[in-house]
C-alpha cells in the first residue's frame, strides 16, 4: 500500500493523484499523517487538495455511530483536522490501485475514470456493478467507485447516497 494513513484503515480510499511534492511523490509505503499535516497539503497543494479531504471527513461523519468516526469529534471539520488519515484513525488515502485481498475494510474508489482505468490496465481485479454513471459497487470486495472527492462532483446529497452504499458494503461482510 502506497499513501497517507493509518496502516490498519478499515476505510480506505484511492486516487490516481499524490500531492504535488516530494515527500509524497517520493512515498512508496502507507505513511500516517501528523497533526497539522492536512493544513500544510492544503497549503502546498491548493484548493484541491482541501476539498478532497473535507469531502473525505464528510463522508466518514455520515456513516453515523456505528462506524464510530463521528463520535471521535464534535464536527467533520474537527474529525479531519485532528484524526483523519492520523495512526490510530482507522482511515488510509491509497495512491496505488485497491488490494481487495484485505477483507477487514471497506474500499473506495474516488473517481469513474480512476476505476475504469485501473479496470484496462488490468490493475484491478473487480466484477464492478455500475449503480449510474456515477456509482458502482462490488458486494463480494466490499469496493465502492464514487464520484471523484470534489464538491462539485460529490455533493452533499451524494455524498449521503454513497454513505448508504457503504453502510451496506460494511453489512455484507
Not at 497517507?4 to 509524497?24: H, I, K, S, W
Not at 497539503?41 to 478532497?52: E, H, P, V
Not at 473525505?56 to 464536527?75: I, N
Request: aromatic share 12%; charged share 15%.
Amino acid at each position: 500500500m502506497i499513501g497517507v494513513g493509518d496502516l490498519n484503515a478499515r476505510f480506505r480510499v484511492y486516487v490516481q493523484n499524490r500531492p504535488p511534492v516530494p515527500q509524497y511523490q517520493q512515498l512508496w509505503q502507507l505513511q500516517p499523517l501528523q497533526a497539522g499535516e492536512i493544513d500544510q497539503i492544503y497549503r502546498d497543494c491548493g484548493n484541491g487538495w482541501r476539498k478532497l479531504f473535507n469531502v473525505y471527513a464528510k463522508l466518514l461523519y455520515e456513516l453515523g455511530p456505528a462506524f464510530g468516526f463521528a463520535q471521535q469529534a464534535p464536527s467533520w471539520q474537527q474529525y479531519r483536522d485532528q484524526f483523519l488519515l492520523q495512526q490510530g484513525s482507522g482511515t488510509a488515502l491509497l495512491f496505488s490501485p485497491p488490494d481487495l485481498t484485505a477483507t477487514n475494510c471497506v474500499h473506495l474508489i474516488a473517481g469513474r475514470s480512476c476505476a475504469k482505468d485501473w479496470l484496462a490496465q488490468g490493475m484491478l481485479h473487480s466484477q464492478l456493478h455500475w449503480l449510474n454513471e456515477e456509482f458502482a459497487i462490488d458486494p463480494a470486495n466490499r469496493l465502492l467507485v464514487t464520484p471523484y472527492f470534489d464538491y462539485r462532483q460529490l455533493s452533499n446529497e451524494k455524498i449521503v447516497r454513497a454513505a448508504a452504499l457503504v453502510r451496506q458494503l460494511a453489512d455484507h461482510a
